[in-house]
């Protein structure tokens, strides 16, 4: 069985944010074992997981995307939107726009330094809205197909 909502995160600045905490404070009890999808509904942020410690991880993020993928850059065709909007799209085509978590004993299986980030691309970027997907594998029906070839 799956259940999906929608959530919605306070502004965040442009940058990489931890937001693991902002997800699971708006999640229903999780069943004993599944998996969680998350997908970000915009085209210029993205998702990943990575490490929740270390505030430089993310400035290091930030300082190679920027680096890699330059605001403004001449050969950009896309800009009634802003020097930041194309190279937004690119970066957020990238990075990806979901991530997808086991759930353990009605827990997110993250491990120890693993966080979800939220990419923030835009200087201007409004608060995001994030589909949740949740699978239940103690409610799911199994089933076991067999897909047979013949070769003559």
């Known amino acids: 069985m799956a259940t999906t909502f929608d ?13 693991t905490r902002d997800i699971i404070s708006q999640l229903p009890a999780l069943p004993e074992s599944g998996l969680l999808v998350i997908f970000i509904k915009h085209t210029s942020a993205g998702l990943t997981i990575n490490e929740n410690a270390d505030p430089d991880v993310r400035h290091d993020f930030q300082t190679f995307f920027n680096k890699l993928v330059p605001d403004g850059a001449p050969y950009f065709i896309h800009t009634l939107e802003g020097p930041d909007d194309m190279s937004a799209h690119i970066k957020a085509s990238l ?41 239940d594998r103690t409610r799911t029906e199994t089933r076991t197909y067999c897909l047979y070839s013949s070769f003559t």
């Open 95 to 135: 990075i990806g726009s979901s991530v997808t978590i086991p759930i353990k004993n009605h827990r997110l299986n993250l491990g120890t330094w693993q966080g979800v980030y939220l990419c923030e691309f835009r200087d201007g970027g409004d608060t995001r809205k994030l589909s949740i997907t949740f699978h």
């Open 7 to 19: 959530i919605q995160l306070p502004h965040y600045p442009r940058g990489f944010h931890l937001i």
